[in-house]
């Protein structure tokens, strides 16, 4: 960075950071830890969605399981572990689509968007707790599935999915 | 809501609020204005991007043109505005894809996405001070684009140009 970020507003996810302008308010940035995201693909060919509710939206949303790399973790083993805990699968191997940015005008963190091979389900329930639904979508039938959960998909996982597929891991 | 959300951090442009829960520490969202965003297409049949600097990452990013609904204004007169403005492309017509949200885990606001048909180039330039590269892509060569542009491309921009293409707007 060429210019110097001030700390301005601390939480334990997030902090919110000024990066001053020459004659102008500063620019307010959010950084948080960086995150894993995995679009995985089961042994019949279904990529694992989960149905989620969101908190900040007060509304359940249709996502690819993902979450914040833990310190001392890699981002592969971050995606391994949020697979297995949001879905109760594990995979066979992971191969690293990119990393991408997903609020490139306000959010300072990058997201490791890792292809799970050959999941298979290990666990006959995710935890309790974190009240996710795994909902297995037929590569086949993603684009009508998108089209039925129109109001609650949300797009950084649809841009996820298309990643995936462009760099030749989906058909 | 079910719960009353409390303002913590103020800005120009976004709020960060705490909403209480249980036996936890309050859970922290950021509050924006909504947001239009365009997947436009030329008559040549290009989509347009735009190259853009991006103070929160210090990086340039590829994305479709968008930006905040101002007060007053519809989204659909965000959408043409913006697009003008950040492209110098003018269009025949705007049609909603839908209403989305693109951070579901951390921003509560949503951003509406339009398909611009028969865009055209009204203006030479856009605003120099914007500092906006225009970037026509065919739709045909939209993967290996794609592929070419993997460290700037924005995740969000991929998934909102594949649901104008689900929705049908898109071939």
Redesign the interface.
């Known amino acids: 960075?060429?210019t110097a970020a001030r700390t301005?507003?601390k939480?334990?996810?997030?902090t919110?950071d000024a990066?001053p302008?020459m004659g102008q308010?500063p620019?307010?940035?959010?950084t948080?830890n960086d995150s894993a995201v995995v679009v995985a693909q089961t042994v019949k060919g279904e990529v694992i969605f989960i149905r989620q509710f969101?908190?900040?939206?007060?509304?359940f949303?249709l996502?690819l399981p993902a979450g914040e790399i833990n310190p001392g973790e890699s981002p592969k083993e971050a995606a391994r572990r949020e697979l297995l805990e949001e879905t109760g699968y594990n995979c066979r191997s992971l191969h690293l689509v990119?990393?991408?940015?997903?609020?490139?005008?306000?959010?300072?963190s990058s997201?490791y968007?890792f292809f799970a091979k050959e999941a298979r389900k290990m666990k006959a329930n995710p935890r309790a707790d974190l009240e996710i639904r795994v909902v297995p979508i037929p590569a086949g039938r993603f684009?009508q599935r998108?089209?039925d959960s129109?109001?609650s998909?949300?797009?950084?996982?649809?841009?996820?999915y298309?990643?995936a597929k462009?760099?030749g891991f989906l058909q």
């Open positions: 960075m060429k301005v507003f939480t334990d996810w997030f919110v990066l302008q308010k620019y307010y940035r959010l948080c969101r908190q900040a939206l007060g509304k949303k996502e990119g990393r991408f940015h997903v609020s490139p005008d306000r959010i300072n997201v968007c684009a998108i089209r129109w109001e998909i949300s797009v950084s996982s649809v841009g996820f298309q990643m462009i760099k």
